[in-house]
C-alpha cells in the first residue's frame, strides 16, 4: 500500500526519558512534515523537512529533534519526556510544490 | 500569525439532514484553504479544498464556499450518512513556502454526528 507510516503506534513512557517517533513515507513526496495533536484535538504543525532540509520550525522546545536521514523518512527525537508532551504525533507529507498533504496514522504519547 | 475559528465545536443531524461547518481566518494573504476528515483513530484525510481564486468548489455531496472579503469559508455535507460522522478540521495557508511545503493553520475541529 501507498502511504505514510508511522511506528510506534502507541507509546507509553516515563518522565525524563528519551524516546523516538519514526515515519516513513512510499508516496514519492520530497517534503515531510510533523503536527502535535493535543487532548482537545487542535492540530498545530511542529517541523518540516524538504529532502531532508528544514523548512518550517515553530516554537518548538528543544528537547524535539527532527531528523531526516534521507527524503522518504523523517524521525521525531524526543529528550527528557515531560508530562506535557503527551498527545497523538502525526506525520505528514507531500510534494514539493503541492499543497495536499497526506497523514500517517498518528503515534499516541503517554507520559507518566 | 494565521488564528482560524472553528464552529460548530459539534453538530448532530438526522441522517439525509445537511450539515454545515464555518471557519473565519485572520490572515489576508492565505489563499488556500483545506478541509480534512479525522475518523477515530486514524490521521486526518484531505475531503476537499479551495483557492483564494475560486468562490465555490463541490465534489459529489460535499462542497466549500469562500468568501475573501469577509475571510471565512464553509463547508456543506448535502444528504448526511452515518460515515459522515468524523470530526472535520479546516486549515488556512499562504500556499507553498518558499524553499517548499505548506505550512497549514488549523482549526480547532467539529464533531460531525450523523444520528439514524
Known amino acids: 500500500d501507498t502511504a505514510v507510516s508511522q511506528t510506534p503506534k502507541y507509546l507509553v513512557t516515563q518522565m525524563g526519558n528519551d524516546k523516538s517517533i519514526k515515519c516513513e513515507q512510499n508516496?514519492?513526496?520530497?517534503?515531510m512534515y510533523w503536527y502535535k495533536q493535543d487532548s482537545k484535538k487542535f492540530l498545530k504543525i511542529m517541523f518540516s523537512?524538504?529532502?531532508?532540509?528544514?523548512?518550517i520550525n515553530e516554537t518548538v522546545p528543544n528537547r524535539f529533534s527532527p531528523k531526516s536521514p534521507d527524503k522518504a523518512h523523517l524521525n521525531l527525537h524526543i529528550n527528557s519526556l515531560e508530562l506535557g508532551d503527551s498527545a497523538v504525533y502525526f506525520c505528514?507529507?507531500?510534494?514539493?510544490?503541492?499543497?495536499?498533504?497526506?497523514f500517517g496514522p498518528g503515534t499516541r504519547l503517554t507520559v507518566l | 500569525g494565521e488564528n482560524v475559528e472553528q464552529h460548530p465545536s459539534t453538530l448532530s443531524v438526522q441522517e439525509g439532514d445537511s450539515a454545515v461547518i464555518k471557519c473565519t481566518y485572520s490572515?489576508?494573504?492565505?489563499?488556500?484553504f483545506p478541509w480534512y476528515k479525522q475518523e477515530l483513530g486514524k490521521g486526518p484525510q484531505l475531503i476537499i479544498d479551495?483557492?483564494?481564486?475560486?468562490g465555490e468548489k463541490k465534489d459529489q455531496r460535499i462542497a466549500v464556499t469562500l468568501n475573501k472579503t469577509a475571510k471565512h469559508f464553509s463547508l456543506h455535507i448535502t444528504e448526511t450518512q452515518p460515515e459522515d460522522s468524523a470530526v472535520y478540521f479546516c486549515?488556512?495557508?499562504?500556499?507553498?513556502?518558499?524553499?517548499?511545503?505548506?505550512?497549514?493553520?488549523f482549526g480547532t475541529g467539529t464533531q460531525l454526528k450523523v444520528e439514524l
Open positions: 505528514a507529507s507531500s510534494h514539493l510544490n503541492d499543497n495536499e498533504q497526506f
Open positions: 508516496l514519492g513526496h520530497d517534503t
Open positions: 523537512y524538504n529532502n531532508k532540509e528544514l523548512i
Open positions: 490572515d489576508s494573504a492565505s489563499n488556500y
Open positions: 479551495i483557492r483564494s481564486n475560486v
Open positions: 486549515a488556512a495557508s499562504r500556499g507553498i513556502l518558499t524553499g517548499g511545503g505548506n505550512k497549514l493553520t
